[in-house]
């Protein structure tokens, strides 16, 4: 054996156990992106808590926006569902949601897959995630709730937002306007279908006193137009026309 001269010394392999090189800005605004993937599919059954967890200052944590007070004479309103067939002026843009929930549950489920798109928008209007008359009160909690999220998400994201007011007509809740700002942008699709027309005139009156908007824009028809424009301003939000 003293012939032979046995080497037990290990190359230098690399095994990929050091630490990747922590990107602590990226890592902080999208952690669920940094986590092992079984932990991913647990943050994201929680409801965008890992995305964001802003609680405002109100008895149910519903998060608050500042207001938007961007001058938007000349918009282009377009549909959320209709955005591909938008052949104007990408930065004269405005999108709404006044269109089916199951239209836009993506934005809820995945909050970055449409950011860069409406980030590059001229504003947006926060998601009319539906408040029916006969959904529990918790349901309609939850989705002004999501409301509130997306509209607090995309504007710490650079997003330019129009607050979506909205409300059970039969029964009006103050959580209906947690967390949307005095003297803001707001806006409302105005459909009546359920002969409703006085009593949703009535409280809508009275959340413009409470908020003393800066603009308004409502989705209407016609119709709905002539006789709304005797009680207050706004700007018309038409229908998709291509």
């Known amino acids: 054996m003293d012939d032979f001269e046995l080497d037990f010394s290990l190359p230098d392999f690399d095994l990929g156990f050091d630490e990747p090189e922590d990107d602590g800005a990226e890592k902080e605004k999208h952690p669920i992106e940094y986590m092992p993937d079984y932990q991913q599919k647990r943050a994201r059954g929680l409801d965008n808590l890992f995305h964001m967890n802003a609680p405002g200052g109100n008895e149910w944590g519903i998060p608050e926006t500042e207001p938007m007070t961007e001058n938007l004479y000349g918009i282009e309103w377009i549909s959320f569902w209709d955005k591909s067939k938008y052949i104007g002026d990408p930065e004269n843009m405005g999108v709404h949601f006044f269109i089916e929930d199951f239209q836009f549950k993506s934005i809820w489920e995945k909050p970055d897959k449409h950011l860069d798109f409406l980030r590059n928008c001229r504003a947006v209007v926060t998601p009319d995630f539906s408040v029916y008359t006969d959904m529990p009160k918790a349901q309609q909690l939850w989705n002004h709730y999501r409301r509130q999220w997306c509209a607090k998400y995309w504007q710490d994201n650079g997003v330019n937002i129009v607050s979506c ?7 009006p809740q103050p959580w209906s306007l947690y967390g949307i700002p005095n003297g803001t ?3 409302r699709s ?11 005139l009535t409280e809508f009156l009275k959340i413009i006193d409470r908020l003393e908007p800066t603009k308004i824009f409502i989705k209407c028809s016609p119709a709905d137009e002539r006789e709304l424009r005797k009680h207050f301003n706004f700007e018309v939000i038409p229908p998709v026309r291509w």
């Open 190 to 200: 105005w459909v009546n279908k359920n002969g409703m027309k006085q009593e949703r």
């Open 185 to 187: 942008q707001i806006a």
């Open 165 to 171: 007011v909205t409300w059970d007509l039969l029964d």
